[in-house]
């Protein structure tokens, strides 16, 4: 008995500690495992070139007032030395809104209804609003991954580990 109440407990624990930007599917968010290249389904033009077959590309999906965080965060990272790789990452950002400048990342369009998320296999967080994370796309213009992170300005070293086997 008491075994079933610790358990219960715990369950309902994890249940709290989800937030509205969380995939409804725990196991599903930073899962850590790269889709196999032979059924990865081929990622979408954003815009003209974006992403580019032959680069490693991160699209970061964000929600309004994330894109500052993400760009504060990003020049502590040199994803292509974090990677290892001799091919050049390019970084993405599609917002809610469009967002303003080019920093280290390039804003590539505005996502409100998560349509754009949705081609690269994002999930949809539990709020059902457009999902928070990043999808990261091979040399070859496959989706090999594609999660929700609502901190993902905080979880740059598993976007990195991520690239380091994306070919």
Do not use: N
């Not at 050049?88 to 809104?97: G, K, W």
Request: charged share 20%; glycine share 8%.
């Amino acid at each position: 008995m008491l075994a079933a109440v610790v358990l219960a407990g715990a369950i309902l624990t994890e249940q709290a500690a989800q937030g509205p930007l969380d995939d409804p599917q725990p196991a599903r968010q930073r899962p850590g495992i790269l889709t196999p290249a032979a059924i990865s389904p081929p990622a979408v033009e954003i815009r003209d070139d974006s992403p580019t077959p032959g680069f490693r590309t991160v699209v970061f999906f964000l929600r309004d007032g994330q894109y500052p965080a993400l760009v504060q965060a990003l020049p502590g990272w040199d994803f292509l030395g974090q990677s290892g790789r001799t091919s050049p990452v390019v970084l993405l950002a599609v917002s809610a809104r469009e967002p303003e400048g080019e920093d280290v990342i390039t804003p590539v369009g505005s996502d409100p209804t998560g349509a754009i998320a949705r081609t690269f296999g994002m999930p949809v967080p539990r709020d059902g609003g457009p999902p928070v994370g990043y999808a990261i796309v091979d040399t070859e213009f496959r989706v090999r991954y594609a999660t929700l992170d609502p901190e993902v300005f905080d979880h740059l070293d598993e976007v990195a580990t991520m690239l380091k086997a994306v070919p």
